[in-house]
Structure formats: C-alpha cells, structure tokens
DNA sequence: TCCCCGATTAACT
DNA sequence: GTTAATCGGGGAG
C-alpha cells in the first residue's frame, strides 16, 4: 500500500513473488555488494529499487539479516484501490495490465530509483500490510522467470490461477511447472 | 575505457 | 513468435 501527498492511497493485493539470496547465481547479490545491492545486503523490510533494461524499475523486499544478500521481487499484484491514479501512472485502465509484472507494479506505484532503500516497516508512505492469508492449497510455485542461471530453482510463488498472476511466467514454452511447495509456504507479511 | 547483456514490456509480423 | 527500446552495472582488457 501506498498513502498519497495528495491524499488518497494506493492498495494493491500481491499474488506472485520470487525468491533471490546471496548464493544464487541468478541474484544481483552474486558477486557481493556494490553501490547497486548495498540495499540488499543491509536491514531487512527495506525496499530494494533497481534499474534495468534502460527503461524499467523493479521492487524487492529485502528479507535477510544485515550482511546477508537476500529479497523478495514483487512481480505481480491485484490492483484494490486507486485505480484511476495507477491508470494515469501506467497509460491503460485495464486492470490486469496496472500491477501484472514486476516493472507495471512499480510503475503503477510510482516507485522509482528514488525510493531505493525506503524503510517499509516504519516511516514510509509505502508499506506492507497483512491480509487475509492465502491458503496452503493456493499457492503454486514454479521455476523463476527471465533469469538465465538458476532457472532450476523453484522460488517463485503464485497464488493458483489468480488472473491478476502476469503472463510473461505461465505463457513460456519451457513454462514452468507449477507445483505445490513441500515445507513451509511463504508466510503472510504482518505489520 | 570498452563491451555485453539484463529479475521487461509493448509493438510488431 | 519476434524484436526494438534504452542505459547502467560490472567484468574484461
């Protein structure tokens, strides 16, 4: 969620997310920390912004402990509230193309490289909020998406076939299978 | 310095 | 299904 200066707000509900930690050779955090994923490696809930493609902005939660290299990219959401201010920001009101995939959400919430390093948890206009947990039996995990390493890792979690989950992932030839994930889902964030 | 290519998207054929 | 857009990170020289 998002808390406007002009007063209104945007909410979004996230529906898929994939993992990166510091031993993963598809992860910014790799090779060790430099200007770039210093975010990464500091406090978790913080925001983690980059820059890619020339073009577009991506968001990330970071999740580790300090010196540890780990966060959690945001690639899709149901968009919930304040939908015109995310429909000016993105140039189309259709729904499913306001918050489906890492770089539109961003775009939707106006985040930028400018927002890099925001606490979520406190003093932030922008932050998480526990919702209503997903069920075990919801959540799908698959193999990550447009990554050229570490495709065999399954650490990509979606809510199943929720149609706010982007195209880009379950459309691919080599798609990603879909399967339960074995141990512990990923726990609803609290505040 | 040079060079390659990327945790993507939209607009093509 | 294919490709242009667009630029910064970081390894190689």
């Not at 945007?10 to 770039?36: C, F, K, M, N, W």
């Not at 925001?47 to 970071?62: E, S």
Request: charged letters at 25%; proline letters at 8%; one cysteine or more.
């Amino acid at each position: 969620m998002r808390e406007l200066s002009g007063g209104g707000r945007l909410v979004a509900r996230i529906v898929e997310t994939e993992a990166y930690q510091e031993d993963d050779p598809a992860s910014h955090s790799y090779r060790g920390p430099t200007p770039r994923t210093d975010v990464m490696f500091g406090r978790p809930g913080h925001l983690y912004v980059y820059f890619t493609y020339g073009m577009h902005h991506c968001m990330n939660v970071v999740t580790g402990r300090s010196g540890e290299g780990s966060a959690v990219l945001l690639r899709s959401a149901e968009p919930v509230e304040g939908l015109a201010e995310m429909t000016r920001r993105r140039g189309t009101g259709d729904p499913q193309l306001l918050c489906s995939g890492p770089a539109r959400l961003a775009q939707a919430f106006g985040v930028a490289r400018g927002e890099n390093g925001l606490d979520l948890v406190r003093g932030s206009d922008l932050f998480l909020l526990g919702g209503d947990p997903v069920p075990r039996s919801r959540v799908g995990r698959t193999t990550r998406v447009g990554i050229s390493t570490g495709r065999e890792r399954p650490w990509r979690f979606v809510v199943r076939g929720d149609p706010f989950v982007s195209r880009g992932s379950s459309r691919r030839a080599s798609s990603p299978r879909e399967s339960s994930p074995r141990g512990h889902p990923p726990s609803p964030l609290k505040d």
